[in-house]
């Protein structure tokens, strides 16, 4: 089961510069520090298998099972070729003996292969080789190795990966929680939440496989701290999630504190489903508790709302994208008093936005006779007017308006522009049925012999001569002082030559 958060977004006022920082460093050393360690891995590999030491090591695990952890065994003179086995079938064997803790532990410590036998010292030498090259390694050097505690291990371990999926992976998880947290808690504190989380997800995973040699390494139990933190940040309020259960996959919204549960069950699962599985689930499990935690006790410290942390450091164009997401819900709950109060804050941060005010002339016109319906028609209408490829949609609303109006309301000055839009944008016939109620209504408004003009034009264009002849000879005779009416004359002239 994966399932992936995809709440939030980067802030552009506030950019989340730990993020980043990290992603840039885990990237650094994984394709510059780390870059030489498959190769001498490989190296190391052949070395194991050609130098015979892998075939000794084999036998010895092999009588190590039969005869178990006995002290007869550690002074056994036991003879290391009385079994054989062909080179594919060393490496599996080879998985089973590093997957057993408490031999290589014994091995280690000189007490599988003791000083006492024959073939200690040929052993020990190869053993020295095999130990040299791969602690040659960033991996080795970094990585925290439970059965050798260090604070070297501790650290470094956070910042290595395995493979390059294994970096991708965490790296997009990191970004998706980081961008939203980081605003949250501040640039300090997402720091020491990351290493923190990182220090207790490799506590919880040393302390349960304290015998272990094979490094721990990646930054998932660091993340998991983060995405601990994030659940707990949003509580009860919904996260957009995508998850997949096999072949289905889907999106959803899921309260934080649920989708905390279900990480954590789902490590849990893999957890006992594939004890030998060679991933980390209980650092996972280690990282998720311990940002949980110290997300629970910070808020609880500062007291803080979880609505006015998730607003934080936002810009203007942020909040009001998220208010109109939250009005929009209201509308589809038909709350439409708390939709409309959410609409015009977004208006207040942002007088132009489109989608607010379309949404509330379409609130308003529950009630056509109330002065709000005029009003939020107006601030539309006039808002479309400036755009000249919203032409079809200025239309529609000014029809709608019309037919709904109980008497319009619309200020004259905004119907002549309105009738110069249509008339500009090819709706001949609405801007002459406005234009021709202006001239009986309000004939002495400033722009009526621009708005005529614009109509004589659109005639002229239209191949209507007729009819752009009548609308110059109207500009001539009741604007004659105008700059249009010398226009006009000119056009008359070009008409009638």
Not at 330 to 350: C, F, H, N, P, S
């Amino acid at each position: 089961m994966v399932i992936i958060p995809l709440s939030g977004r980067m802030s552009l006022r506030n950019p989340p510069v730990i993020t980043l920082a990290i992603i840039l460093i885990n990237c650094v050393v994984f394709f510059s520090f780390q870059s030489s360690d498959p190769e001498i891995f490989q190296k190391a590999g052949d070395y194991y298998l050609d130098s015979g030491l892998a075939e000794l090591e084999v036998a010895a695990y092999e009588q190590y099972r039969e005869f178990g952890a006995v002290a007869g065994l550690d002074t056994a003179g036991w003879d290391a070729t009385s079994t054989a086995h062909s080179r594919e079938e060393i490496p599996p064997l080879i998985l089973a003996m590093q997957d057993d803790d408490e031999f290589m532990a014994r091995l280690q410590d000189d007490r599988i292969i003791t000083p006492e036998m024959d073939v200690y010292s040929s052993w020990r030498e190869k053993r020295n080789h095999l130990e040299g090259l791969l602690q040659s390694t960033t991996t080795m050097r970094y990585g925290f190795r439970p059965a050798d505690w260090s604070m070297k291990g501790m650290f470094g371990h956070m910042f290595l990966h395995g493979g390059f999926m294994h970096l991708l992976g965490n790296m997009v998880f990191l970004w998706l929680v980081g961008c939203i947290l980081e605003l949250a808690w501040g640039r300090v504190l997402f720091l020491g939440l990351y290493i923190a989380g990182g220090l207790c997800a490799a506590a919880l995973f040393g302390a349960m496989y304290h015998a272990s040699v094979i490094p721990l390494v990646g930054a998932s139990g660091a993340i998991a701290a983060l995405m601990g933190a994030y659940a707990v940040l949003y509580g009860r309020r919904r996260i957009k999630v995508f998850y997949s259960l096999g072949f289905y996959f889907n999106y959803t919204l899921v309260p934080g504190i649920v989708i905390l549960a279900l990480w954590i069950g789902n490590e849990v699962f893999q957890l006992l489903l594939g004890p030998e599985s060679r991933v980390a689930y209980l650092a996972h499990i280690g990282g998720l508790g311990s940002g949980a935690l110290m997300g629970l006790i910070r808020r609880k410290v500062r007291g803080e709302d979880p609505d006015e942390v998730l607003e934080q450091g936002k810009g203007p164009g942020e909040k009001a994208a998220s208010l109109l997401d939250e009005a929009m819900k209201r509308v589809e709950k038909l709350d439409t008093k708390g939709a409309r109060a959410l609409l015009d804050q977004v208006l207040e941060i942002d007088p132009n936005s489109r989608t607010a005010l379309t949404q509330i002339y379409h609130l308003d016109k529950i009630d056509p006779g109330s002065d709000k319906f005029h009003d939020s028609a107006r601030r539309l209408l006039a808002h479309l007017a400036d755009d000249r490829q919203a032409h079809r949609e200025t239309l529609t609303v000014y029809r709608d308006y019309i037919q709904k109006a109980h008497g319009p309301k619309l200020p004259s000055s905004l119907l002549v522009s309105i009738s110069s839009y249509f008339a500009a944008t090819g709706h001949l016939e609405e801007a002459e049925r406005i234009m021709g109620y202006l001239l009986k209504r309000k004939p002495d408004l400033p722009k009526m012999p621009e708005g005529l003009l614009h109509i004589a034009r659109a005639c002229m264009k239209d191949g209507s001569k007729g009819k752009a002849r009548n609308y110059l000879q109207v500009i001539c005779m009741r604007y004659p002082l105008s700059g249009e009416c010398l226009v006009a004359r000119r056009l008359l002239d070009d008409l009638d030559g």
